[in-house]
């Protein structure tokens, strides 16, 4: 799943509503590898307190997506599956074979929650392996101040390789 070259580090941020559950699907893999990957779930690197991940999706990467929803689960239109147990067939590396994570995730406290990036945990045959794509994301609530401009202090913390 490692790409020849790390992407770049980026992030975002989301207004929330604590116990609302969000779509945060800006995260893609792709098999650079000789053979299946199988994906065994996700994880949260650096994550504050307050966000928790709700539940996990994947689909084939459609053409023009739609990064995110203020619901989970989202009403895309296209179809997902569960990501646990999601095969990656060798050679998808080109952005149409792309497979996209739809993470439902919420906050549990207002003010600015969120994580550096995505650590991604897969297996080929028996050996386990893990990817941390460099995606950040603050969720900032409630949503009604934030979208406001009441606090400007809304921003994701940048995952600083180590």
């Known amino acids: 799943m490692q790409p020849p070259q790390r992407s770049a580090i980026v992030g975002g941020s989301v207004y ?8 945060f699907s800006d995260v893609v893999m792709r098999n650079f590898g000789d053979y ?11 994550s504050t307190p307050g966000i928790k991940i709700v539940g996990l999706l994947a689909a084939r990467t459609p053409p023009n997506w739609i990064s995110g929803d203020a619901d989970y689960p989202p009403p895309f239109s296209f179809p997902m ?3 646990k147990g999601y ?6 590396n080109a952005s149409h074979k792309s497979v996209l994570v739809i993470m439902g995730l919420e906050v ?3 003010g600015v929650s969120g994580f550096s990036a995505v650590r991604i945990h897969y297996h080929v045959g028996s ?12 969720a900032c609530a409630p949503s009604s101040k934030y979208s406001q401009g009441e606090h400007p202090d809304c921003h994701a913390r940048l ?4």
Not at 128 to 137: N, S, T
């Open 159 to 162: 995952y600083e390789q180590g």
């Open 108 to 110: 549990s406290r207002n």
């Open 81 to 83: 599956r569960p990501l």
């Open 127 to 138: 050996t386990r392996f893990e990817y941390i794509e460099a995606y950040g994301l603050a």
């Open 87 to 92: 095969v990656i067939p060798p050679g998808e």
């Open 16 to 23: 929330a509503d604590v116990g609302r559950p969000f779509t």
């Open 36 to 46: 299946p990957i199988v994906v065994d779930g996700v994880s949260l690197v650096e």
